[in-house]
């Protein structure tokens, strides 16, 4: 069982940049992939950025260049530096973590909001 934290969230104007954390605890075995994942009002979730334990990174293409995740394995923190932010990007940001036994198990944090606006 793993408790996923996010902060760092808050209002932004274009161009802006926001850094948001995930702090996780519960694990026994360790947190395998870690991600961001954000959910527009009305959208779908859709994957911002994930990492694995040996910080292999996958990004959503439209958002290369413009977001940086990293990984502190000591601290079991996930962060995610959001730079040239759009109004675009404004969404609920939830942190995702995967624990591998046999298949998967996911987890998932509650959510944090960034809203981008003049």
């Known amino acids: 069982q793993v408790q996923l934290v996010e902060s760092g969230g808050g209002l932004v104007q274009p161009g802006g940049s926001l850094r948001l954390s995930c702090a996780a605890s519960?694990?026994?075995?360790?947190?395998?992939?870690m991600g961001w994942y954000r959910q527009a009002p009305g959208k779908q979730r859709a994957l911002v950025a994930k990492i694995t334990k040996g910080g292999i990174t996958t990004y959503t293409d439209s958002l290369k260049g413009r977001f940086t995740i990293s990984r502190d394995n000591a601290k079991n923190t996930v962060y995610l530096q959001m730079n040239s932010l759009k109004p675009e990007d404004t969404a609920t940001y939830y942190c995702?973590?995967?624990?591998?036994?046999?298949?998967?198990?996911?987890?998932w944090g509650e959510g944090t909001l960034v809203t981008v606006s003049s």
């Open positions: 995702n973590a995967v624990v591998i036994t046999g298949n998967g198990v996911n987890y």
């Open positions: 519960g694990s026994l075995f360790g947190i395998d992939v």
